[in-house]
């Protein structure tokens, strides 16, 4: 056959020779899983919260126990965030092989992808992990400096202590 031209099912079983399809499955069993907790999500105000919060969040990806869901208004990733811990313990009991660990949260049109916050769960553990009086050490403003990069040096300091430190 011309190379020009192709079948219709040569194009398609090219596309999809990657995907696994337990890992469809997982992806299907996911999706419902999630639609189904937040569906039965309610409050005294609106008792459609939990379909609102369905209807406007999708799930982006799973990696390592962290769930990347997208929203498309902040109200939703707020209001996600109350309920986070009702969400996760859903998601445990539902689908537990999957280990879902975290659920993070994204506006859409972001680029924040799960390298992102891992990236950044990573730093944070690895300063929390040393004492303040480690950290105080290491950052220790030498006094050879001008004294205008001093004022800057302990400003940083004192908000990456704030920022890490003072969370613990």
Known sequence: MN???????EIIEKYFENISVDKMKNAINIKNTWQQILCSIKSRK??????????????????NGLLLVETDHSVYIQTLQMYNSYILKGLKM??????????????????????????????????????????NEKMTIKND??????????QLK???KKRYIDQT
């Not at 190379?3 to 099912?9: E, G, V």
């Not at 008792?47 to 999708?58: D, N, P, Y």
């Not at 975290?102 to 992990?129: A, C, D």
């Open 3 to 9: 190379q020009k031209y192709r079948k219709a099912s």
């Open 46 to 63: 609106n008792a459609e919260i939990g379909e609102l919060l369905a209807a406007h969040t999708k799930i982006i990806d799973l990696k």
């Open 94 to 135: 539902k689908i537990p092989e999957l280990e879902i660990n975290t659920i993070s949260y994204r506006l859409k049109g972001s680029n924040i992808n799960l390298k992102n916050v891992e990236k950044f769960e990573e730093n944070k553990k690895e300063v929390q992990k040393h004492s303040e009086s480690e950290i």
């Open 145 to 154: 400096l001008p004294e205008e990069l001093k004022e800057k040096f302990k």
């Open 158 to 160: 004192d908000e990456i």
